[in-house]
């Protein structure tokens, strides 16, 4: 029998459907996690037995700039040498304002804000930010596939662009460079989020050498925040939700070695390690009965062989 668009069935039927997705997130939610959860929520509850391993933070707003209002704020590293923290700012459906902003940390104040563009005003989304030794800010722009590069003193200073940015397939540039870090060794680490290619990038050279890390062990494709663990291990943030990444010879070649299996209903993308241990940040903040934010400790099980799970990290 075919369903009225208006019958109490079709209705019915919606409502069955839609309630699935509502029932798994609110029952992922009350389950015990695997791992420790910081959950960011006001007020906070009371803790339970049930949440023994969730630990409930309160939100603090630190900055509050008008001037932004509108855009988004996306990645954000903190340069402990400069007392400061720097911010990606971008429209995030227009993709025609990008931005740098640097706040002090002991007061909140903004020391700069340096706007981004492109040739021929070109959409751009940027995404994410790293700073090296000197202090130079470095962002990636998600859209057109180049890398901002910022002085210390907040000035621009030039684009970074290289061929090998460009997926072969145009849709695997609908989401380009995305994280980045900078190595103390003087380099950079970038991930192409859609086709998962990983790029070693000579801020040392005048010319910005641009070279393809070859990875082995599994795919990094839909890789977005990245993290350095160690100066051989770096932490790639995005769906899975955490893989770990080794490597032996200077970031010539690197393997996949481990991986996390976060929250099936969040979706992660960015990484911070703190003390050893990695928390991964996600998109979306969800939650029951309230909606909270979540940074989850990801706890990482080595592969061998046939994916097998021999040992955990």
Not at 282 to 307: I, N, S, T
Request: aromatic letters at 10%; charged letters at 20%; one cysteine or more.
């Amino acid at each position: 029998m075919a369903f009225s668009l208006c019958s109490t069935k079709t209705l019915l039927l919606f409502f069955l459907i839609s309630a699935i997705p509502v029932a798994f997130i609110i029952s992922s939610e009350l389950a015990k996690p695997p791992t420790h959860v910081a959950s960011a929520r006001s007020p906070s509850p009371k803790i339970t037995d049930r949440h023994r391993k969730r630990l409930f933070l309160k939100e603090v707003t630190v900055v509050k700039d008008p001037a932004l209002a509108g855009n988004s704020s996306l990645g954000i590293v903190v340069d402990r040498p400069r007392n400061r923290l720097l911010v990606a700012i971008s429209d995030l459906l227009g993709n025609k304002y990008n931005a740098l902003a640097a706040y002090d940390l002991s007061t909140w104040d903004r020391l700069f804000l340096t706007k981004l563009g492109g040739p021929d005003n070109e959409k751009a989304f940027a995404d994410d930010v790293a700073v090296d030794a000197e202090g130079n800010a470095y962002v990636t722009d998600a859209k057109s596939n180049k890398i901002w590069k910022v002085g210390a003193d907040g000035k621009f200073v030039s684009f970074i662009r290289n061929p090998l940015f460009i997926a072969k397939e145009w849709y695997k540039n609908l989401i380009g460079l995305n994280g980045i870090v900078y190595h103390p060794d003087g380099f950079l680490i970038v991930i192409h989020t859609f086709s998962g290619m990983l790029y070693k990038i000579d801020v040392t050279k005048e010319d910005h050498e641009v070279k393809l890390i070859k990875v082995a062990g599994g795919s990094l494709a839909f890789g977005d925040g990245l993290e350095l663990l160690s100066p051989t291990k770096l932490v790639v943030a995005g769906n899975p939700s955490g893989r770990l990444v080794e490597s032996l010879d200077g970031w010539e070649t690197a393997s996949v070695v481990a991986k996390f299996k976060g929250p099936a209903h969040r979706l992660a993308t960015a990484a911070t390690v703190k003390d050893g241990r990695v928390y991964l940040n996600h998109l979306l903040g969800m939650g029951y009965p309230k909606k909270q934010h979540a940074l989850v400790e990801a706890v990482f099980y080595f592969l061998r062989g046939e994916g097998n799970l021999n040992c955990w990290f």
